[in-house]
């Protein structure tokens, strides 16, 4: 289990598909290898390693800009989230998915 999954214990949340179904492989891919990874993942690690990896298969310096507008995008789906009444980041548009309560 990584952090997150304790999180969500510690929360009591679960991640569902929009129509409140169980996530499948291809939701979780799309929401948080794509979604959360590649697109809002500026301030998680894994993410900057990644760009760092594409650096180094372009050998080109594409990891800056990419990471700056990354940023810029990971701060709109902040706003986003606060202004939606789900609560929907932009990661959850894409994977077509909600975070709900247990309870």
């Known amino acids: 289990m990584g952090w997150y999954d304790y999180w ?3 929360c009591s949340i679960r ?3 929009s129509d409140y179904s169980k996530i499948d492989f291809k939701t979780l891919f799309l ?8 697109i809002e993942g500026t301030f998680m690690t894994c993410s900057i390693y990644f760009w ?9 310096n594409i990891s800056s800009p990419a990471l700056s507008l990354f940023t810029m995008i990971s701060l709109i789906s902040f ?7 789900h609560r929907s980041m932009i990661h959850d ?5 909600r ?3 247990k309870s």
């Open 31 to 38: 929401r948080n290898g794509i979604g959360i990874l590649v």
């Open 99 to 101: 975070v709900i309560s």
């Open 93 to 97: 548009f894409i994977g077509h998915t």
């Open 52 to 60: 760092e990896l594409m650096n180094l298969f372009t050998n080109h």
């Open 15 to 17: 991640i569902v598909k």
């Open 79 to 85: 706003g986003i989230c606060v202004m939606t009444p």
């Open 8 to 10: 969500k214990k510690i």
